[in-house]
């Protein structure tokens, strides 16, 4: 069982930036892929980052050049920073970490960019 815990939400206003952190339990963080998601009120839950053990990332087109992910192995943790918000991207963001062929979430955090 992997343990996923989500912070650094807030609000912000648009342009501005947040850093979101995705803390996992378990001793192979480096060999997890990690993800982020956001759920926006009335819309799919959709991918917004990706990591895999080898350092490779995707972005969708909607977020490429405003956010980037990262990992820190030694601290079992991943990142989010967002730039250059804007209303839109007002949502909970979810981190998943999958292991072999399980995946594992957390609760989200709430992020609000106001104008």
């Known amino acids: 069982q992997v343990q996923v815990v989500e912070s650094g939400g807030g609000l912000v206003q648009a342009g501005g930036s947040l850093r979101l952190s995705c803390a996992a339990s378990?001793?192979?963080?480096?060999?997890?892929?990690v993800d982020w998601y956001r759920q926006r009120p009335g819309r799919l839950r959709e991918l917004v980052a990706s990591?895999?053990?080898?350092?490779?990332?995707y972005y969708p087109g909607s977020v490429k050049g405003r956010f980037t992910i990262s990992r820190d192995n030694a601290k079992n943790t991943a990142y989010l920073q967002m730039n250059s918000l804007k209303l839109e991207d007002t949502a909970v963001y979810l981190c998943s970490v999958t292991v072999g062929t399980k995946v594992y979430w957390g609760q989200g955090t709430q992020v609000t960019v106001s104008s």
């Open positions: 990591i895999i053990r080898e350092g490779s990332t």
């Open positions: 378990g001793s192979n963080f480096n060999i997890y892929a």
